[in-house]
């Protein structure tokens, strides 16, 4: 995820920007790169890869400077090089920013009809652009213009070449915070960048613009009235600050799964109520002739095409392959024309999954891949590429990008209905519009943590536990027995909740516990029978399932209700709860929860 830092003070600001940028190297990213004024006017350097590129870029100027801004960029819109790094600047102004324009193509289109050209891929050159069009003098007023037709979430930080000394910043729907020193402030999306600097500082609250002088701060709200702001004071360390507060990465990106969920969304949704993937250049009819398609991945994100399949064929009638990467290409797969490929990856290099997608390549079968990390490996070579806005994921055991690959699988799949004319428009709008609703559902769901904690506690000792689920809800069961076992070392088993009495159910007994999804409205009472027959062999049961279904309450030892509408959606639910199932679990049992023994974030080996 981008940062941003900005200083103005007597201080060097080009080793203040470093120092804050340094400060933010967690939050992953990909280039970086500062603006300075240097004997009043604006100097600019930027640098793909790591600070460290960028430093050696400055090394070959002498820079004074006491005021400047710098960003580290996490790509999204183009891949990661010299020009998509920010600042990016005009004639008049150098600007960063953080969070996603989402109008950017049409408000691209306008400039160019004024005569503005382009250099970068990137949404954010557009708000550079826009802003230098609308001034004539007055920064804020040019800030408030532009953000009056700018639509999706920023936090910007600007220098007008014809104000030195002087930084502006705003947000929307993107945190910043404005720091403050003695003769000097400083400008940063998280406190970590400023933390050796002040503790002293004033959140900006949406919509507001600060105008930051060594000497003060001065912050107007929407309709340009001055807004008296209240100082806070930080009392975290580095360390905690980097976690947001968290004790641990792993929940903090449980906790960001809506903001995810609704970043990736929120850009495909089309002004129609309709999916438009459009702006990552996917054709309209991309599905219409597709006869079969074929989802690799593999661990998390083969769990997200699991669900993907379910979806697919129950919206689009187009059948679907699951395969595991790492299995794929050693089965001699049948590939044909006509048939498509959909790799789904968080980090874009692990190396099964890629092989798998050459494969595919060299058979002629075009591949779309779903990635978080743009310009990486599978981003590139894939013939189409769906990013997810999940931002970086820090702890090993991924959450959040789960949570968005299948916000995608949703989307997908009716946006596949659509093309193969299995859906109705106006089915698919109330279809997504629920999906929508179901970002708030998710909040809801997160607020079961003290209870899913009190029952996480009680794993302290187990050795071995099942998941079972129906349906979708056993490629959920996987997911959670995978999480489970990989930060706590728990042992466990996801089944199909009917396969359990053709061998498993041997190994039921009172020691141990049965974990029993059950969100799938049509599935409850097949699922009460399987539960029933676990409870008859001793089995401890936890039903996990809609807060208004009928259930006998005898059936089970416990239950968790989730806050479920639509119960095509209750995996959304159902993941956020074995997500903090299995991170209570390993903090209980005292296991290294962002780092698990044996496990890598990127699996770039066979
Ligand atoms: C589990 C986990 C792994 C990854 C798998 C694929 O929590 O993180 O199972 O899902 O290694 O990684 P990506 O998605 O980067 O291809």
Redesign the pocket.
């Known amino acids: 995820m981008c940062g941003i830092v900005g200083y103005t003070g007597m201080k060097n600001a080009a080793q203040v920007l470093l120092e804050g940028l340094s400060n933010l190297e967690y939050r992953g990213y990909d280039s970086a790169g500062i603006s300075v004024f240097e004997n009043n006017a604006l100097y600019t350097v930027k640098a793909k890869g790591r600070l460290a590129d960028l430093g050696k870029k400055l090394e070959s100027h002498v820079l004074t400077s006491g005021c400047g801004i710098g960003h580290t960029r996490w790509a999204t819109h183009g891949e990661p090089s010299d020009t998509n790094a920010h600042p990016h600047i005009t004639t008049k102004l150098s600007l960063v920013h953080n969070g996603i324009i989402e109008n950017y193509n049409q408000v691209k289109e306008f400039l160019q009809g004024k005569g503005y050209v382009f250099e970068s891929q990137t949404d954010t050159e557009t708000a550079a652009k826009l802003i230098d069009y609308c001034y004539q003098g007055d920064p804020e007023a040019a800030i408030r213009e532009a953000t009056k037709i700018l639509e999706g979430a920023y936090a910007f930080c600007i220098l007008f070449a014809d104000h030195p000394g002087t930084i502006y910043c705003l947000r929307k729907d993107s945190p910043l915070i404005v720091a403050l020193g003695e003769g000097e402030n400083f400008v940063a999306s998280d406190m970590p960048a400023i933390l050796r600097f002040t503790r002293n500082y004033y959140l900006l609250e949406e919509g507001e613009i600060a105008c930051v002088t060594p000497e003060k701060v001065t912050v107007t709200g929407p309709d340009g009235s001055p807004i008296e702001k209240k100082v806070q004071v930080a009392s975290w360390n580095v360390e905690q600050a980097q976690k947001g507060g968290f004790d641990h990465f792993m929940i903090k990106e449980i906790y960001e799964q809506p903001t995810a969920i609704h970043s990736t969304m929120h850009p495909r949704l089309g002004h129609d109520g309709l999916p438009d993937f459009s702006a990552s250049d996917i054709p309209g009819d991309l599905f219409q002739n597709v006869t079969k398609l074929n989802i690799i ?6 769990h997200a095409g699991m669900l993907g399949k379910a979806l697919m064929e129950k919206l689009a009638r187009l059948p679907v392959e699951v395969d595991m990467a790492s299995e794929f290409r050693y089965r001699d797969p049948i590939l044909t024309q006509g048939q498509m490929a959909l790799v ?7 190396a099964d ?1 890629l092989a798998a997608l050459r494969l595919c390549k060299q058979a002629g079968v075009p591949v779309i891949a779903i990635v ?1 990390v743009a310009g990486s490996s599978i981003a590139r070579e894939a013939d189409y590429c769906i990013y997810t806005y999940a931002g970086p994921e820090i702890a ?4 959040k ?1 789960y949570s968005v690959q299948i916000n995608l699988m949703y989307m997908l799949a009716v946006s596949c209905a659509l093309q193969r004319g299995t859906m109705t428009e106006e089915a698919a709008r109330a279809y997504l519009a629920e999906l929508y609703a179901t970002i708030d559902r998710v909040r809801q769901t997160l607020d079961l943590a003290d209870t899913i904690k009190e029952y996480a506690q009680g794993l302290k000792e187990v050795s071995d536990l099942f998941f079972i689920g129906r349906g979708i809800d056993y490629a959920l069961a996987l997911e959670g027995s ?2 489970l076992k ?1 930060v706590s070392y728990i042992h466990s088993e996801a089944y199909a909740a009917g396969e359990l009495k053709h061998g498993p159910i041997a190994l039921i007994s009172n020691n141990v516990p049965v974990i029993a999804m059950a969100t799938q409205r049509d599935l409850l009472p097949k699922m009460i029978s399987n539960i029933k027959e676990v409870k008859a062999r001793g089995g401890h049961v936890l039903l996990i399932t809609g807060e208004d279904y009928e259930v006998d309450l005898s059936c089970c030892d416990q239950i968790m209700r989730l806050p479920i509408g639509d119960d095509a959606f209750g995996p959304m639910l159902g993941v956020i709860v074995l997500q903090m199932l299995a991170y209570f679990a390993s903090i209980a049992r005292g296991c290294d929860v962002d780092k698990p023994r044996n496990l890598a ?3 770039t080996v066979e």
């Open positions: 991945a593999c661990g998390t994100a083969m789904i990856s968080q980090s874009g290099e692990t999954s978080n090993v055991a991924s959450t990008a995978l999480k990989e974030k990127s699996v």
